[in-house]
């Protein structure tokens, strides 16, 4: 089973910038599509951003396109989520998840979750 564990979430202004981290680790992470999505409190959870195992592929949700970034490295056994313009909005807890399938904006389609990592941004 793919161990997924998320970094680099924090408080931050808005208008300020963050980098998320996701290691994998346990299965060949280049076999797997990836993806970020997020859980505001009392909501629930959303599709941020997905990306291709072979990287030539990548979707965002309407909420962030033009102001996130996903990227992944193979090599490292890494996904990433670069995120500027941050808004108050954009608070909650972000998960990256792993797809055995093409990129899918779909919560069930998603079978190993990391444990999630708080971002709050301040107005």
């Known amino acids: 089973q793919m161990l997924l564990v998320e970094s680099g979430g924090g408080l931050v202004q808005a208008g300020g910038s963050l980098r998320l981290s996701c290691a994998a680790s346990?299965?060949?992470?280049?076999?797997?599509?990836m993806a970020w999505f997020r859980q505001a409190p009392g909501k629930g959870r959303e599709f941020v951003t997905a990306?291709?195992?072979?990287?030539?592929?990548?979707a965002y949700a309407d909420s962030v396109n033009g102001r996130f970034t996903i990227s992944r490295d193979n090599s490292k056994n890494t996904l990433y989520l670069q995120m500027n313009s941050l808004k108050p909005e954009d608070t909650a807890v972000y998960y990256c998840?792993?797809?055995?399938?093409?990129?899918?904006?779909?919560?069930?389609?998603?079978?190993?979750w990391g444990q999630g990592t708080q971002v709050t941004v301040s107005s």
């Open positions: 998840a792993a797809s055995f399938s093409a990129i899918t904006r779909k919560v069930g389609d998603y079978i190993y």
């Open positions: 346990r299965l060949t992470f280049s076999d797997y599509a």
């Open positions: 990306i291709s195992w072979r990287v030539e592929n990548t």
